[in-house]
């Protein structure tokens, strides 16, 4: 593979591992706060990874470590994510593993985009199987790994390429790749 495709790919990796933390984060770690002020009659649920948790993470992905700094004790919505997965990507990944000023080309990428509805597809499959007790971090990696290797995820992976690459959205958006 040459060096830029790879670089590409390598890219990809690092942005699409953060948002597999977040989203494991808030799979294991939300909460209600039931003293918190009620929204639409329900307790707002918020990021509560305990101490011990915490320095499991720094000890096993130091390098994710500020992610989950950054929303553990937060009210957890949509926003809220998608900031932190922003502000982590533009403080902690590039300049360091992706280019400087890249984040927006890769997250606009149709290879990010196949592989978020991937990661999404997988999560929605397995959703049950995950719910059934605490599946660490590098379990979900290896676990989402071997299913994006097996035949169905393969054929999906390329039905989801040709119809983005196919949208005209998506046309003239990269050449990296």
């Known amino acids: ?18 948002v597999m933390f977040e989203n494991w984060l808030r ?4 909460s209600e706060k039931p003293e918190a002020a009620p929204v639409d009659g329900e307790a707002p649920l918020f990021m509560a990874v305990p ?3 915490m320095e499991r993470i720094a000890e096993l992905y130091p390098h994710l470590l500020p992610l989950a700094d950054e929303m553990n ?18 403080t902690h990944v590039e300049g360091k593993s992706i280019a400087r000023d890249s984040a927006a080309m890769i997250f606009n990428s149709s290879t990010f985009q196949v592989q978020m509805q991937l ?5 929605q499959m397995h959703e049950d199987q995950l719910d059934r007790g605490f ?9 989402f790994d071997e299913w994006r290797q097996s035949p169905g995820a393969r054929e999906l992976a390329e039905k ?3 119809s983005i690459q196919g949208s005209p959205a998506a046309s003239g958006k990269e050449t990296v790749q």
């Open 51 to 53: 101490v011990k948790g």
């Open 119 to 123: 990661f999404n597809t997988w999560l």
């Open 27 to 30: 799979f294991y770690f939300i």
């Open 135 to 143: 599946t660490e971090f590098g379990a979900w990696r290896k676990l």
């Open 1 to 18: 593979m040459p060096e830029p495709q790879s670089q590409f790919q390598s890219a990809v990796a690092a942005m699409i591992e953060s």
């Open 73 to 90: 004790g937060k009210e957890v919505t949509f926003e809220m994510s998608q900031r932190a997965i922003c502000n982590f990507v533009a």
């Open 160 to 162: 989801l390429s040709l």
